[in-house]
Each structure stands twice: as structure tokens, then as C-alpha cells.
């Protein structure tokens, strides 16, 4: 088949291809590319704990989308889809951190390695000019549920002050491409194989000693970039054919956060995200022939936070995390994100001096 195969025989090709069960597609609902590092508020400042302490962190979240947004260029909207398509996507994800804090050089150094695992209870994009045997658009379809890519890190304390309430941490995500990704199943929450690098600031700053009326208040602002490998083509439709390359542009993403504290360690705060770039183009093959460049995924939203952390005892914590998409494009829109931290440290007894 050529370039110039009419959009007629395109559509047809993907309806034959849905009607039979054989469509694969890689659609991670968690973000639009693998690159979420899950900072908080005020995490920053755990720079302050002493050398030796080891952390335990459990994250839980439910994810619920409620529409996919198409671009121009998408492979969805090529099939002849309107910008907005309904989804019923219901997701859960669990992470769990193992944290030590070491130093070099006279500053903190934490090293951190995360596991993160999925498991999605319904899976829907619907009404579609293309059906699969149930008379549904994309959906609902068999889902590969397991392991996500797991994540080793540091965060290297640049500035730490807790007497004049000033942090500055840099980190470095390494996520690492071997979680459960088949380019037949239909839904996977993996990257295709892609190996991500992610280097971030993390900010934070108490207002107290500027305007002195806002006692217990502060500004976070974390900024990362990520660089992602080639990967493998995310989109195949069997004894037929496939897109032969995947590439990534790097993805942007920005949170500042305003955060009030009502004791030394918990606090409540409300925030903005943005997120931009993570265009995935799949180019090559015998559907790149047909379709030519085409865009699948990136990473472009609008995202509000509300946060608060509440201390049970010094040394268990629990946090809640709640957002919702504000604005989305080129992904599914998340309309609903409900996350439960819980945070065990293991603290050094200091010496009596």
C-alpha cells in the first residue's frame, strides 16, 4: 500500500482491524509520557533530616478521565474524529519509596529508588466512527495491568537553611524502560521501552521574613525537564503492519505552590501545574506509508492542586493529594486525580552533646 492510500481505505483498514480484536495501542492514562515525579509541596525541605535516616513512602492514587482531546495531527483525529472524544477511564496506581540521606560534600545527598505498579478497572473511548465487535469505540478493552517502569533518583541539597526558611534541592530521575509494554495489547500504562531522563529543581521559601504578617506561609516552585530515548512503535495493527520508530520531544513541567503550616510539620496548600511538549511521532512502516508522520501522545495541561499533610506522630505522616485538569490536549483529560501518601521515617538517634 502507498502514501496516497485514500482516508476511505484508511478507515476501513482500522475498522476491519477493531472488528477483529487486533488493534494495539499504547495509551497511558497516569501521564501523556513517563516523566511524573510525584513531589509535593514542602518535600524539599525534608533536606533538613539528619544523615542516616531512611524513609518508607506508600503513594495510592485513583485517576479518573472523562474525555481524550485530540490535536490536529493525532493519529485519532487522521481517522476523521472530532477534537474531543468521551472516555470513561478509571485508574490505580501504587508506588512505593525506599529513601536514605547521606551527604557529600558537606550537603545532603538522598538517594531513592521507586517500584510503581497499575492495575485499571475500566477502559473506555467512545463513539467513534470506527467499532470494535461490541459496538464501542476503543473500548472496553483488555488492559495489561503490572509493573510500570520503576525509577531510581537523588536530590543533592544546593541550599539548605531551616533557620532563614530557605531550600533549594536538585534531583535527577532515572526511569528505567522494563515495565509490563506490549505493542498488542491495547492499553498499556509502560512506556514503549523508552528510557527517560528527568532533571529537576525544587524550591521553597517561607514569606514570614518579607512580609511579616504571613507567618507559617510558603512558596514551592519545582521545575523539571524530561529527555526521553527513541522508542518502540507504540501503535501496530497484527498481519497487517506497524509504525517502525517512535520519537519524543522533551517534556516541560512547572508547579508553584502556596502552602500555609499550622504545625512544624503539616500543612495545607493549593497549587498550579503546567506541562508542556512530549510529542510522541510515529514515523516508518507500512502505517507510516499510509498515515505518514504521525503524532499519538504529548504532554500539554493545565493542572490545579489542593494538598495538606497532616503529622499522626513525629514519625508517620499522612498526605493527600487531590487535582483536576483544568485544560488538556493530545491526552486522556483526567477529571478526577485523588492520591493518599503515607510516609514512615526511621530517624538516627542524634548523641547527647
Given at each position: 500500500m502507498s502514501g496516497?492510500?485514500?482516508?476511505?481505505?484508511?478507515?476501513?483498514?482500522?475498522?476491519?482491524?477493531?472488528?477483529?480484536?487486533?488493534?494495539?495501542?499504547?495509551?497511558?492514562?497516569?501521564?501523556?509520557?513517563?516523566?511524573d515525579t510525584v513531589t509535593y509541596a514542602g518535600d524539599v525541605n525534608a533536606l533538613a533530616l539528619p544523615e542516616g535516616t531512611f524513609v518508607v513512602v506508600n503513594y495510592n492514587r485513583y485517576v479518573h478521565a472523562d474525555a481524550f482531546v485530540n490535536t490536529s495531527n493525532t493519529f485519532l483525529t487522521k481517522l476523521g474524529n472530532p477534537p474531543i472524544l468521551p472516555a470513561n477511564v478509571e485508574a490505580y496506581f501504587g508506588i512505593t519509596r525506599l529513601v536514605y540521606f547521606a551527604s557529600l560534600w558537606d550537603h545532603p545527598l538522598v538517594l531513592e529508588a521507586a517500584i510503581i505498579y497499575d492495575a485499571v478497572q475500566d477502559a473506555n473511548i467512545g463513539n467513534m466512527p470506527v467499532?470494535?465487535?461490541?459496538?464501542?469505540?476503543l473500548g472496553p478493552q483488555r488492559i495489561t495491568n503490572g509493573l510500570y517502569d520503576p525509577?531510581?533518583?537523588?536530590?543533592?541539597?544546593?541550599?539548605?537553611?531551616?533557620?532563614?526558611?530557605?531550600?533549594?534541592?536538585?534531583s535527577s530521575y532515572f526511569f528505567l524502560p522494563l515495565g509490563n509494554f506490549d505493542k498488542f495489547n491495547v492499553i498499556n500504562f509502560a512506556s514503549p521501552h523508552q528510557f527517560t531522563w528527568t532533571p529537576q529543581l525544587e524550591y521553597a521559601e517561607g514569606l514570614e521574613k518579607f512580609v511579616p504578617g504571613l507567618k507559617g506561609f510558603w512558596l514551592d516552585v519545582i521545575a523539571n525537564a524530561s529527555i526521553h530515548s527513541d522508542g518502540n512503535p507504540n501503535f501496530a495493527i497484527a498481519?497487517?503492519?506497524?509504525?517502525?520508530?517512535?520519537?519524543?520531544?522533551?517534556?516541560?513541567?512547572i508547579q508553584a505552590f502556596l502552602s500555609y503550616y499550622y504545625s512544624h510539620a503539616g500543612y495545607?496548600?493549593?497549587?498550579?501545574?503546567?506541562?508542556?511538549?512530549?510529542?510522541?511521532?510515529?514515523?516508518?512502516?507500512?502505517?507510516?506509508?499510509?498515515?505518514g508522520p504521525t503524532l499519538w501522545l504529548k504532554d500539554d495541561y493545565l493542572r490545579g492542586h489542593v494538598e495538606a499533610v497532616f503529622p499522626v506522630t513525629t514519625d508517620f505522616h499522612v498526605a493527600f493529594d487531590v487535582a483536576h485538569d483544568f485544560e488538556r490536549e493530545g491526552n486522556f483529560r483526567q477529571d478526577v486525580i485523588a492520591e493518599v501518601r503515607l510516609t514512615k521515617f526511621f530517624v538516627p538517634t542524634q548523641p547527647e552533646k
Open positions: 496516497n492510500l485514500s482516508r476511505a481505505w484508511k478507515v476501513l483498514l482500522a475498522t476491519i482491524a477493531l472488528l477483529v480484536g487486533t488493534i494495539g495501542l499504547k495509551i497511558p492514562v497516569f501521564a501523556g509520557t513517563i516523566s467499532y470494535n465487535a461490541n459496538g464501542h469505540g525509577t531510581v533518583f537523588f536530590v543533592y541539597g544546593l541550599i539548605v537553611e531551616p533557620k532563614t526558611e530557605r531550600f533549594l534541592g536538585f498481519g497487517v503492519g506497524q509504525f517502525n520508530n517512535l520519537t519524543e520531544d522533551n517534556s516541560y513541567n495545607l496548600a493549593v497549587g498550579i501545574e503546567k506541562s508542556w511538549g512530549g510529542d510522541q511521532i510515529m514515523s516508518g512502516g507500512v502505517l507510516g506509508a499510509m498515515f
